[in-house]
């Protein structure tokens, strides 16, 4: 697997610093914002697995950047802030944080958190798994325990959503999902949006299509949802 990569949000340079020393000492992967503006786009780009998320930012309160990432995304979402008040955890946990942890902390705890946060990832992965270990289309291959994707004998580096979003389909090969229902499967029972589910499967095709423009794994069925198609080697799919 991947080493778990981390979005830390804080605007405090001091602390910033301290969560993000204490994640190299863990060889955790991280990219940094200190606006509220600037964390949504990283979570958008960046796809992490986890995020560390203070909520007195300088341009937007973190409970409203919790409820514009649970929008489109389950990532777990790590609440570092000096809010003391019990109104204050409830409104972030409320709005789709997972954990809450409040300023000052100790090193030791945050790690805690985040072993935490990690094993709920790995949890979530593990559900879309099959009965069987190897998954193989054509070229193709995905293979369940490792965590790992194939393309002509080559590993394909994914993101969690995007391998997310690959495992479902394989699962249901040749069954034509609903975006409502790839919405629901990968996302919980948080709103998503379609343009946001559109998205992934781009960047998804871009990986594993030699063609993105003329897919041969996925196919699109406009308005409806995506299949991924059955590719036989000496024959052309459907």
Not at 30 to 38: K, L, N, R
Not at 69 to 91: F, M, Y
Not at 102 to 118: C, G, I, N, Q, Y
Request: glycine share 4%; with cysteine; aromatic share 6%.
């Amino acid at each position: 697997m991947n080493k778990p990569l981390i979005l830390v949000v804080e605007d405090d340079k001091a602390i910033r610093k301290l969560i993000t020393t204490t994640l190299e000492t863990q060889q955790y992967l991280y990219h940094t914002a200190e606006t509220g503006g600037a964390s949504i786009l990283e979570a958008v780009s960046k796809q992490p697995d986890i995020i560390i998320l203070d909520l007195g930012l300088p341009d937007m309160d973190g409970v409203d950047i919790i409820k514009k990432i649970r929008a489109w995304s389950n990532t777990p979402i790590l609440v570092v802030s000096a809010r003391s008040e019990v109104r204050d955890k409830i409104d972030a946990l409320d709005a789709g944080a997972d954990d809450y942890l409040t300023k000052p902390f100790s090193v030791e705890e945050l790690l805690a958190r985040l072993r935490v946060s990690l094993r709920r990832v790995r949890y979530d992965s593990d559900k879309l798994l099959k009965d069987a270990s190897v998954f193989t289309n054509e070229n193709l291959k995905i293979d369940y325990a490792a965590g790992c994707v194939w393309l002509d004998d080559e590993e394909v580096h994914l993101t969690p959503i995007e391998y997310k979003l690959l495992c479902l389909l394989a699962k249901n090969v040749g069954k034509v999902l609903t975006h409502n229902y790839i919405l629901h499967e990968i996302w919980g029972n948080y709103t998503s949006d379609v343009p946001a589910l559109r998205v992934f499967m781009a960047t998804l095709r871009k990986k594993i299509e030699h063609t993105p423009a003329q897919p041969k794994y996925i196919q699109t069925h406009i308005g409806v949802g995506y299949r991924m198609l059955q590719v036989d080697d000496d024959r052309k799919s459907l």
